[in-house]
């Protein structure tokens, strides 16, 4: 007999995490020899761009975890877009990523209304697409190699 239930509890949460990774660590090799190594934490990444008063004009956040730069956020202050601000903020992550990080790929995810073809104009590739999530937008994966 089991008892279900459906409530958020972060003690419960910590401890399916961790018994999931030692599960994934006896389970992959890979996995295993990165246990105990700088590689296996996840690394912030944030790059800023302010204006000239110092106000947030843009940003990127993400994180690097073994050779990858995961991209969670990239945005730009409307008044800012078409300048080429984006890119920059793109390009200076990458470029931190894969020079001091050692990074070999990046993958990002973003909605069709949002930046599929800036990324793409970026050298990134759509390697999953989401239809109706959430419903009326498609979510897109991509990934572009760093070396």
Not at 1 to 28: G, H, P, Q
Request: proline share 5%; aromatic share 8%.
């Amino acid at each position: 007999m089991f008892r279900i239930e459906a409530e958020v509890d972060k003690e419960r949460r910590d401890l399916l995490r961790s018994r999931l990774r030692d599960t994934n660590t006896a389970a992959s090799p890979v996995l295993a020899a990165l246990r105990g190594t700088p590689a296996e934490r996840e690394l912030p990444l944030h790059v800023w761009a302010l204006d000239a008063t110092g106000a947030l004009a843009g940003g990127l956040v993400g994180h690097t975890w073994t050779t990858w730069l995961h991209v969670a956020y990239l945005w730009v202050d409307e008044r800012h877009r078409g300048a080429g601000l984006g890119s920059r903020l793109l390009v200076r992550a990458e470029r931190l990523a894969r020079d001091e990080r050692g990074c070999h790929g990046a993958r990002l995810e973003t909605w069709d209304f949002q930046a599929p073809h800036f990324y793409r104009r970026h050298g990134y590739k759509v390697v999953c697409a989401i239809p109706d999530y959430p419903p009326g937008i498609t979510e897109y994966t991509l990934l572009k190699p760093l070396r």
